[in-house]
């Protein structure tokens, strides 16, 4: 009988594990790949902010994960795990519901010999009051097509009326400072869409964050360059601010301060989706993570591994590995590679952590980061059209990881041509 690989969550880490292991094993027989997923969907987390303005449109840049499924040698199943029973080696996938509400697929259980937790992470409200029925949690794509619906919104009412419209974001990490910028640049696009009433006026942007400056996660140099072109846009920063309680009009600052917007984002922080609080049998610490092992096992388990922002790995340092698109991708580099061995009957490897710098995108305003490792010596500055480059090449890394060389070059080529022809920004 052919061992079972399950892979739940189809994020960068997960998708980049199945899409190497489906195209080495899928085709052999004895070994059977299989992915799951709630959604139908791939976009790149980092490309959510994109998404959720209208730049980018999923039906072009999103990946179908029944047909690269086909394509390279996994099985797409569409569920939501809900239970995981490391016993009987089963989980539990929640019944598919259409719009209506009416159960298309029925509760299931799914067997596996190998389990992989890549189930992602989701914003951490820090339990502030309001947060969670008064923001967009931008973590997925449906929030960010509910953001996007909401933009829309307003631009209409604002091209009516000549109003003015609030959005408000918490957080100002690489996806708040993203989205902030993303957002200046719709406004200065939209006029020519018909949008002839709206200018950069019209919309007031504020970013809240609790630490005294953007991306505080980052180094100074890098810090001070991206807030001096946000404050250059016009973007109101709110630094030093804590938020103790959202409502429908507002946020309210520890300070008993006022901050209205009729958007409201939540950016801040980093926890493990809520479903793994019912993982009772896993260790699961406070923030919904799982422990694992220096070889990303979860800790008390040989067969059942996790990765990606779901998981909690400790370095030698005493330090959790950092919730990055970058950690992740090396995560599902290295177990790919220890399940390899483990197959083999080898001895798997400890994931060691390397520190590539960070980019940020400015939209088409700017891109500032760092770079660190081979490059040079310590920490390298890198900004303007140099960084957005390298920002671009990033998501090129991630499509390789996908579609290996060739195919990936031949698919990004691909994309360009759709959008060449296409709407600048996506207005429906």
Not at 152 to 175: K, M, P, R, Y
Not at 220 to 244: D, M, N, P, T, Y
Not at 302 to 322: F, M, R, W
Not at 410 to 424: E, G, I, S, T
């Amino acid at each position: 009988m052919a061992q079972k690989i399950v892979i739940v969550g189809g994020g960068a880490a997960g998708l980049a594990l199945a899409s190497r292991l489906g195209r080495k094993f899928g085709h052999q027989g004895d070994i059977e790949v299989c992915l799951i997923d709630k959604n139908t969907i791939h976009i790149w987390k980092p490309k959510l902010h994109e998404v959720a303005v209208g730049v980018i449109d999923q039906s072009i840049e999103g990946l179908q994960y029944r047909d690269h499924g086909l394509k390279n040698g996994y099985q797409y199943i569409c569920g939501a795990i809900t239970g995981c029973d490391p016993q009987q080696k089963v989980i539990t996938l929640a019944p598919v519901l259409n719009d209506e509400g009416d159960v298309i697929i029925g509760e299931r259980s799914i067997g596996y010999d190998h389990l992989v937790l890549a189930v992602g992470g989701v914003s951490n409200s820090f339990n502030t009051k309001g947060a969670e029925d008064n923001c967009i949690f931008l973590d997925s794509l449906n929030s960010a097509n509910r953001f996007h619906e909401k933009l829309l919104d307003a631009l209409l009412q604002l091209n009516e009326t000549q109003d003015s419209v609030s959005i408000g974001i918490v957080g100002a990490g690489a996806t708040g400072v993203e989205l902030a910028a993303e957002l200046h640049h719709v406004i200065e696009s939209v006029s020519q869409y018909g949008y002839r009433s709206i200018s950069k006026q019209h919309l007031h942007i504020h970013l809240i964050e609790a630490a005294d400056k953007v991306l505080p996660q980052l180094p100074e140099q890098v810090s001070f360059r991206a807030q001096s072109v946000l404050s250059k846009l016009g973007i109101k920063l709110h630094l030093s601010v804590q938020v103790k309680e959202v409502t429908k009009q507002a946020f309210i600052t520890k300070d008993d301060e006022l901050i209205e917007a009729s958007i409201k984002v939540w950016a801040a922080g980093v926890k493990g989706p809520k479903v793994m609080e019912q993982f009772t049998a896993l260790p699961i610490t406070g923030r919904n993570q799982v422990q694992v092992d220096d070889c990303m096992r979860v800790k008390g388990f040989d067969n059942i591994y996790a990765l990606g922002d779901c998981a909690e790995l400790i370095q030698e340092s005493g330090k959790p590995v950092p919730p990055r698109a970058q950690a992740a991708a090396q995560m599902a580099e290295t177990l790919y590679n220890n399940i390899c061995l483990k197959l083999k009957g080898q001895a798997e490897k400890p994931f060691i952590y390397k520190d590539y710098g960070s980019l940020v995108s400015l939209s088409r305003f700017s891109a500032v980061g760092n770079l660190m490792g081979n490059l040079r010596s310590g920490t390298f500055f890198v900004e303007g059209h140099l960084a957005r480059i390298m920002y671009i090449s990033l998501y090129q890394k991630h499509l390789i990881s996908l579609y290996g060389w060739f195919s990936a070059l031949v698919y990004r080529f691909a994309q360009k041509l759709l959008r060449w022809k296409r709407p600048k920004l996506k207005l429906h």
